[in-house]
């Protein structure tokens, strides 16, 4: 049984701060980690993705994998009021035709 | 839009009645998928759909029935559900890595 874990918060933090979210799964095979934003009432939106251990920026967000240690995070510089949403890990097997396994997701306020 | 169009965006039915679900998606993705999201769970996979071929179902009662007609339309049909079943109803699509979703179906069942 593939398991993405995820704090399902509400992680609170005030404008301006980091916003830290984390991620682990159990399934070492895995290749492919994705994070979505979901704003209540919406649909999810994918914000970034990252294959390979390490940073990947993209404007104000960073994901990191750390694949020895089975863990992928979400950074959010300068988090603004706007960020608040629900923000869903999903991880997969490989590039293409796998399904991902979604984590319950991680609830943020950014609060002003 | 997203560029997966999924209809009506809201359905309140009755225990006894049938309904369907629509998803369309023209970014020329050749894979379709259900998903249902309650309240507190994480998203659900329950159907996929690759090339209009049915090829996952996960453990779906079959009062939920799918139906691909061609690789850019997506039915979910609906009968004799349960007061359960109330959840948003997700339709995405994706070419290779990473979905792209649709607004979802918000379902109540009375």
């Known amino acids: 049984q593939k398991e993405v874990e995820q704090n399902s918060g509400p992680l609170s933090v005030p404008e301006g701060a980091i916003a830290s979210l984390n991620c682990t799964y159990s399934d070492r095979g895995s290749q492919s980690f994705f994070w979505y934003r979901q704003y209540s009432g919406k649909s999810p939106e994918l914000i970034m993705f990252i294959y390979s251990n390490g940073d990947k920026e993209d404007g104000r967000f960073t994901a990191q994998l750390n694949k020895a240690s089975q863990y992928v995070s979400l950074l959010i510089r300068d988090s603004q009021p706007s960020d608040s949403a629900t923000y869903l890990c999903?991880?997969?097997?490989?590039?293409?035709?796998?399904?991902?396994?979604f984590g319950r997701g991680t609830s943020l306020i950014v609060h002003p | 839009e997203t560029g997966v169009t999924q209809t009506p965006r809201h359905l309140v039915m009755g225990m006894t009645n049938k309904k369907s679900l629509k998803c369309e998606q023209h970014l020329g993705h050749n894979a379709m998928y259900w998903y249902k999201q309650s309240a507190k769970k994480p998203l659900e996979l329950m159907f996929v759909?690759?090339?209009?071929?049915?090829?996952e179902n996960n453990s779906v009662p079959s009062r939920f029935s799918p139906e691909c007609p061609n690789s850019s339309h997506l039915f979910l049909h609906l009968h004799t559900l349960q007061p359960e079943d109330s959840a948003l109803y997700l339709c995405?699509?994706?070419?290779?890595?990473?979905?792209?979703f649709g607004s979802g179906t918000r379902l109540t069942v009375v």
């Open positions: 759909y690759n090339f209009k071929e049915q090829t």
């Open positions: 995405a699509s994706s070419h290779n890595d990473g979905y792209t």
């Open positions: 999903a991880v997969s097997s490989s590039g293409g035709s796998y399904i991902p396994t």
